[in-house]
């Protein structure tokens, strides 16, 4: 029970600041003290809008220009690996078949000479095993890269975002947020999505214009 405590006064704490947020915010319209009668009223009053904003950062990756080119460039990346690596093992399948037919057909001119190529095509596949294994590894460097890049970014951009506006607070609103329920009028996702295309420009494929403009 005593490990509860702090997620009580956090709450507790959470609360009090919502309150002293409608109070300070109100005060100002009525031009009067709001007693605490009218508390409940204030809560229920669509006028009162708190300084605290969501972002949909699903919808965010999916419409900011920067992330499209940053994920066209991921796709890229994996479509060259992807080529790469067919290349090879088809190279490997045809010296692996061609290793049979010479085996059927008695066409090797010594034992010693059938037992070096087998090796030679073991060879070519190990050497395969570490290809795939290297590229698969620069590719999760290059998505973890770009992934902060990313979130930079966007963190940079949301301080100059909020300059100007009244917000104290603005969360991410995703699967893995605290954030499990807010009032539609807190949604400032598509004001952010303008405002960081403004910023940075129209998405493009060609190769390169993943930098971000200064």
Do not use: W
């Amino acid at each position: 029970m005593k490990n509860s405590t702090p997620y009580i006064v956090s709450g507790v704490l959470a609360i009090a600041l919502i309150v002293l947020y409608i109070l300070h915010f109100t005060a100002g319209k009525s031009g009067t003290n709001t007693s605490g009668n009218d508390l409940s009223l204030l809560l229920n009053d669509s006028s009162v809008t708190l300084p605290i904003a969501f972002v949909n950062v699903d919808s965010l990756l999916m419409n900011y220009n920067f992330a499209k080119d940053l994920n066209e460039s991921l796709l890229r990346k994996e479509e060259s690996t992807r080529a790469t690596l067919n290349q090879r093992q088809n190279q490997i399948n045809s010296a692996a078949q061609e290793f049979e037919r010479k085996l059927r057909n008695n066409a090797f001119l010594s034992q010693e000479r059938a037992q070096q190529e087998q090796e030679r095509i073991l060879q070519m596949n190990q050497e395969y095993q570490q290809l795939a294994e290297r590229l698969t590894q620069e590719f999760m460097l290059e998505q973890e890269k770009l992934n902060i890049q990313m979130e930079d970014t966007i963190k940079a951009r949301m301080v100059e975002f909020s300059k100007g506006k009244p917000y104290e607070i603005i969360f991410s609103n995703r699967t893995t947020s605290t954030v499990l329920y807010s009032d539609v009028k807190y949604d400032i996702t598509n004001d952010v999505i303008t405002f960081l295309n403004n910023r940075y420009g129209p998405a493009t494929a060609a190769a390169g214009s993943a930098e971000e403009k200064k």
